[in-house]
């Protein structure tokens, strides 16, 4: 019970949440709702990218969106090469996937892998079931959805 007491005491006295502030950046070029977004360094600079979902005009967006962390900018990177809504989006080293995800009509199995450093992508195995609004993580070397 002291050791969790102490612990406690530490963290309330250590990390004062005054030191923790948000900041705006630069807007995004169109608003992207139900996408997927990953983060990524690479040469000391941090990127997030955001990939499909919907617009702000309610339109399902092939757009895949980088932005600088460093530089406070937004690029417009190679386009998705499905509509996807509600997929699953992972980053395991160099790549992206996003798997699934609803389509007009329905959902879908496909899985689509995007490499970072090459800002193209490629269709991969399908996934074994229709998959919509889902998870995806990695685990080690692994994929887990």
Same mark, same amino acid.
């Given at each position: @019970?002291?050791?969790?007491?102490?612990?406690?005491?530490?963290? +309330?006295?250590?990390?004062?949440?005054?030191?923790?502030?948000? !900041?705006?950046?630069?807007?995004?070029?169109?608003?992207?709702?139900?996408?997927?977004?990953? &983060?990524?360094?690479? %040469?000391?600079?941090?990127?997030?990218?955001?990939?499909?979902?919907?617009?702000?005009?309610?339109?399902?967006?092939?757009?895949?969106? /980088?932005?600088?962390? %460093?530089?406070?900018?937004?690029?417009? @990177?190679?386009?998705?090469?499905?509509?996807?809504?509600?997929?699953?989006? !992972?980053?395991?080293?160099?790549? +992206?996937?996003?798997?699934?995800?609803?389509?007009?009509?329905?959902?879908? /199995?496909?899985?689509?892998?995007?490499?970072?450093? %090459?800002? &193209?992508?490629? /269709?991969?195995?399908?996934?074994? /079931?229709?998959?919509?609004?889902?998870?995806? !993580?990695?685990?080690?070397? &692994?994929?887990?959805?």
């Amino acid at each position: @019970m002291k050791t969790i007491l102490l612990i406690a005491t530490f963290f +309330s006295i250590c990390l004062q949440p005054s030191q923790a502030q948000w !900041v705006q950046g630069e807007n995004i070029p169109e608003g992207i709702r139900a996408g997927n977004a990953i &983060s990524h360094v690479e %040469n000391d600079t941090g990127y997030l990218y955001l990939m499909g979902g919907r617009n702000q005009d309610s339109d399902l967006s092939l757009k895949n969106y /980088r932005y600088n962390l %460093n530089d406070d900018s937004w690029e417009t @990177m190679a386009d998705v090469p499905t509509e996807p809504l509600g997929s699953s989006g !992972v980053k395991i080293d160099n790549d +992206s996937f996003i798997i699934g995800g609803g389509i007009p009509g329905g959902a879908t /199995r496909n899985v689509h892998k995007y490499s970072i450093p %090459n800002n &193209s992508w490629s /269709r991969v195995s399908d996934f074994p /079931r229709i998959h919509a609004d889902g998870d995806a !993580v990695k685990y080690q070397d &692994s994929l887990i959805y």
